[in-house]
């Protein structure tokens, strides 16, 4: 009989540990899949019970024939399906609009009632908390104010994860280092000293104080490496109004440097960084085999429209590569015959031997896609880089912040031999749904790449555009 009632009293202690196990009950909205759909992967972990309303599973399927958002979509479905079968997840049907007051039709206002559901049921209360992660704002306002009087409940914005947990590089400018005799090797060299350059990671810069003279340099390795003063490509240099641009002279230094091979660029608009990475890539055209050039083909506040447009590929990609073309007469113009010599003796054949920069610029506006062919720089759309190698390929991605984390692994793991890709774009002009400057794949790709010797990250925090344009990145 004791032996018996120790084992009564064993098993209800067993029973009772397993009540206290349970983590929390976690209901997520559709926009949270969308965002980063590995994030069930998270979510399911430490004793949690991940629920997904029936109304989720309804709008991702959906949102599949919605091109800007269909990979998400269908890879989301995918681990909803994979962990349902696994029983790791519960599928929920159930809706609760008792006091509720919300239109039963609205697909928002029934994950509301789905959580309603789950706190007022009694199948749900040994769990310590019922969680509602959303990235909708007006979902936070109402159920957060429902549920405002109940302590179990919690509503709470999505936070990327992947992002979240990693301290994000801000564009405060670079830091400026006073350096003294000790600092210096026997050799002359600056030595990398993690006291002296906190926080300093690979290829990032740093401004140099000796006696009153600054220079720049950028971290490799164990070293510090000047970069040389007023660095340029094709006859581009640093803009800022007279003043030394210590940003962009960074990135031209990243850009011609061969053992980078990704480059990201954020910064305002007028910041320069698509006009020097073509700069730069024109200036390294004799190490490439060809130079692609690319954007998202999205228009301001609306999704992919490429195929709407008229006319054959080249025609679509037209509209959208302007900005490119824009900055190609920049550099012609900017010029002297030596400087982009190369470029006119490739097209001799065309325009004649002894050319002007008038007669490259008027054959440039007239046969774009045959001026592009004579210097190996092609248009391509970023909807076919899947499943393609680029060797020997220097790649100009413009407008990146509109891509999501996947498109932009999908384009770095394209990179073959001898390649270099750029990445340039605005983390405050997103006109991507579903992107917001946490979870776009350029803000990703920064804060996840970072610090390794094949990549280089750069904030461009100057605006020289012109006056205007500076003062509306500034204060709007």
Known sequence: MKRVRNSASCASKNASTQEEEKGNVIIVDTNVYINDYSVTNDFIKDKNLLIVPKTVVVELDKLKKKPEVKHEARMASNLIYKYHKEGK?????SQNFSRLSLDKEVPDNQI????NHVAKSPSFAAYKKIKLVTDDTS?????????????RVEVERFRNIRIANTKTRT????RVVKLNLKDYGNSGKIVYKAKKFPGLKENDGVILNENGELSLAYRKKKEIVRIPSYISASGIKSQNQGT????????IAQLLD???KVVMASGGAGSGKTLLALAAALEK???????ILTRPAILIGDMDRLGFLPGDLNQKMAEFMDPFIQNLEVIINENDKSTISWIKDKLSSVIGKNNSNVELLGYLRSHLFEFLGFINTKVNSIQYYKGRTYHKTFLIVDEAQDLSPIEIKQIITRMGRDSKVVFVGDLGQIDRRFLNAENSGLSYAMVKMAGNPMVGVVNLTHTVRSEVAAYAEKVL
């Open 258 to 260: 061969p053992e980078i």
């Open 139 to 151: 979902m936070l306002i109402l159920a957060s104010s429902f549920f405002e009087n109940n302590p």
């Open 244 to 251: 030394r641009n210590w940003e962009q002279e960074l990135l």
């Open 112 to 115: 509301i009632a789905c959580l």
């Open 171 to 174: 564009a405060k400018g670079l």
């Open 89 to 93: 997840l519960k599928i929920l049907w």
């Open 285 to 291: 055209h004799n190490d490439y085999r060809e130079i």
